[in-house]
């Protein structure tokens, strides 16, 4: 068993759909970060939460820290969220970052 | 300068050579780390960077190497190179030490091997 687990693998939708990408982690963290990965390779850092609930835009992340599970939704999805959403937790020392293998995600117009 | 800079964005090598990837790190940023990306999967740590001096390590061998210079940029070298280095190598800096949460990450090398 990872470490950081993604779920849906890959998931494809409607324009305009809400979408939910779920990230469960056994490891002891402080933070946890979402990235997004566009094709070609660059990640760009989207949240980093230790509690509760963010929001950017059309973005939404929560985090459970006792369950160990952290969400990211996106509302009214639009085809430039196509991209792989990774989650990434810091280990004990802080100093190794686990990555989830990501959601690969596919809006459709 | 603002974000994290690496180079070369593509290159091409065949087995048994030697790479050298670099990466410049935001302003104000004093530690790297470095991740290797196979294709499909999450990045996998290679090592950290905290002021000049290697602070940690993944699973990786020591043909894997690197350096950090006094204004915080970095470069990964690999020596004896195999088909199965073929990835993405990502670089990311951070302030305030190896401890510090805010991750910025560079665009990537994407090495291929022959």
């Known amino acids: 068993k990872n470490e950081v687990e993604q779920s849906p693998q890959n998931l494809t939708a409607q324009e305009g759909e809400f979408i939910t990408i779920n990230c469960s982690y056994s490891v002891g963290i402080s933070a946890l970060h979402w990235l997004q990965q566009h094709p070609g390779g660059g990640i760009v850092s989207l949240f980093m939460?230790?509690?509760g609930k963010k929001k950017h835009g059309r973005l939404i992340a929560t985090i459970n820290i006792q369950e160990k599970h952290s969400s990211l939704h996106i509302t009214a999805s639009h085809p430039r969220d196509s991209a792989v959403y990774i989650c990434?937790?810091?280990?004990?020392?802080?100093?190794?970052?686990?990555f989830g293998t990501g959601t690969r995600l596919k809006v459709l117009a | 300068e603002t974000g994290v800079t690496q180079s070369p964005t593509h290159l091409i090598k065949t087995r048994g050579q030697q790479v050298t990837l670099r990466c410049s790190s935001q302003s104000g940023h004093n530690t790297v780390s470095w991740y290797q990306q196979a294709l499909g999967q999450g990045p996998q740590f290679i090592f950290q960077?905290?002021?000049?001096?290697?602070?940690g390590r993944g699973n990786f061998p020591p043909r894997f190497s690197g350096l950090q210079f006094p204004n915080y940029s970095s470069e990964l070298n690999v020596n004896a190179l195999e088909l199965d280095d073929s990835a993405l190598y990502l670089c990311?800096?951070?302030?305030?030490?190896?401890?510090?949460?805010?991750?910025?990450f560079g665009a990537g090398s994407r090495l291929t091997v022959l």
């Open positions: 939460l230790s509690s």
């Open positions: 990434a937790v810091p280990t004990s020392g802080t100093y190794k970052y686990i």
């Open positions: 990311a800096s951070r302030s305030g030490g190896p401890g510090a949460n805010v991750l910025t």
């Open positions: 960077y905290y002021r000049e001096e290697e602070n």
